[in-house]
């Protein structure tokens, strides 16, 4: 059903992104932009190789506290989440074929975790035994983390998604990676509250006015359509309709973003903002980058090793 609702809704939008204007087609092949160059972002390869990675990690752990754990299977989101960005920035391309995700979401079955029954038929005992091996116990031993603009978050460090983590990417990849995800939000959120970005904002707006929407802010379609499906429950015509309706705003949308010079003015808005940026935020950042080429070069070495 998934597959033939997209390909049916795609047909039909397929004459329109066909003929898209040269200055629309050029920026689709153009890097959308990211903060940090992009240290956070993975494509659909490299997050698929370190998921499987990782994977293995965690069931060589709990093999060694003698528990079975079969690795949970990549899902069908990771080439969405590889083409999503931070900004809301769309391509033609990518939202003549999935839209805003909305729909394709609500319609996708994740993977089963393949544990599931078999932990839920151990005993009580057992099971409690499994799942703290896997996650850590509340009273054992923790990493406490502060970020600069957030809570303090703490790890189990003696859980196997712990250590798992930690053989691929290396011991202060926690600390690393929380770090560097919260200069990454104040980025962004200072980004999208520039001058420059909210000026583009409000011609983008004008555009999708002339194309018959009334939104003032980008992310009032996809509340609207957000709001429609809930409406539509799980009723099959509902959500085709809402699935085409999805993507011909979202088409809309990226043609309006390329004519407002959106991703320029945001990137220009970005640059400013990082360099603003005070040294001792950004310390972490090298080995950040660091650690994640390790665990690809590592992520690697061990699918060629299996095949």
């Known amino acids: 059903m998934r597959r033939l609702l997209w390909l049916t809704a795609a047909a039909l939008l397929a004459a329109g992104c066909s003929a898209a204007p040269g200055g629309e087609a050029a920026a689709d092949k153009q890097p959308a932009p990211r903060p940090l160059g992009g240290v956070l972002h993975h494509t659909a390869a490299e997050a698929a190789a370190l998921h499987r990675a990782e994977e293995r990690e965690v069931r060589e752990c709990m093999a060694s506290r003698g528990f079975e754990y079969s690795a949970v299977p990549v899902g069908d989101g990771v080439r969405r989440r590889a083409a999503g960005n931070p900004y809301g920035l769309l391509t033609r391309a990518v939202a003549a074929q999935d839209g805003y995700g909305l729909t394709v979401e609500r319609l996708q079955r994740h993977p089963a975790d393949p544990n599931a029954q078999r932990v839920s038929a151990l005993a009580e005992g057992d099971r409690r035994g499994w799942e703290a091996a896997l996650k850590g116990t509340r009273d054992g031993p923790r990493e406490e983390i502060e970020?600069?603009?957030?809570?303090?978050?703490s790890v189990p460090t003696d859980a196997c998604a712990t250590v798992a983590r930690r053989a691929l990417y290396g011991a202060s990849w926690d600390r690393d990676r929380y770090t560097v995800h919260s200069l990454a939000d104040t980025i962004v959120r200072e980004t999208l509250g520039h001058t420059l970005v909210r000026a583009a904002e409000r011609e983008w707006a004008a555009c999708?006015?002339?194309?018959?929407?009334?939104?003032?802010?980008?992310?009032?379609?996809?509340?609207?359509?957000?709001?429609r499906l809930d409406t539509a429950g799980s009723d099959p015509a509902a959500l085709r309709t809402n699935g085409r309706e999805e993507l011909r705003i979202a088409v809309r949308d990226a043609a309006c973003q390329v004519e407002a010079g959106l991703a320029e003015q945001v990137s220009r808005a970005q640059e400013q903002v990082e360099k603003a940026l005070p040294p001792a935020r950004t310390s972490r950042l090298e080995e950040f980058r660091a650690a994640r080429e390790g665990a690809l070069r590592r992520a690697g070495a061990r699918a060629a090793s299996t095949t």
């Open 147 to 153: 970020l600069p603009d957030g809570p303090t978050v």
């Open 208 to 227: 999708m006015r002339d194309e018959g929407y009334r939104y003032e802010h980008r992310k009032d379609p996809l509340e609207e359509l957000e709001k």
